[in-house]
Nanobody, 118 residues
């Protein structure tokens, strides 16, 4: 049974910083990519940042220059450093691990709440 466990969500003021962590537990074949998604209230879930097994990264335009995704492959852990937070960053943040090669999978964490006050 694979689980992704997120931590680090909190309530912060605009301009503040948070660091989210997501650790995969259980027997898991190395993911091709790990990423962070977010879902504001009443809106669809969107990709925030993605990091490949080789370290290539992609970010949604709204967080470029403020957020940094990193990964510890040995620990199957992914991090999201969030700086200069804005109220519009408020959302439930979800971690995802996916693999396209056999055995293929896509696992999700339970989500962690980030609230940024103005």
């Amino acid at each position: 049974q694979v689980q992704l466990v997120e931590s680090g969500g909190d309530f912060v003021q605009a301009g503040g910083s948070l660091r989210l962590s997501c650790a995969a537990s259980g027997r898991i074949f190395s993911p091709d990519a790990m990423g962070w998604y977010r879902q504001p209230p009443g809106k669809q879930r969107e990709l925030v940042a993605l990091i490949s097994n080789g370290g290539n990264t992609n970010y949604v335009d709204s967080v470029k220059g403020r957020f940094t995704i990193s990964r510890d492959n040995a620990k199957n852990t992914v991090y999201l450093q969030m700086n200069s937070l804005k109220p519009e960053d408020s959302a439930v943040y979800y971690c995802n691990a996916k693999r396209s090669r056999s055995p293929a999978y896509s696992y999700w964490g339970q989500g962690t709440q980030v609230t940024v006050s103005s």
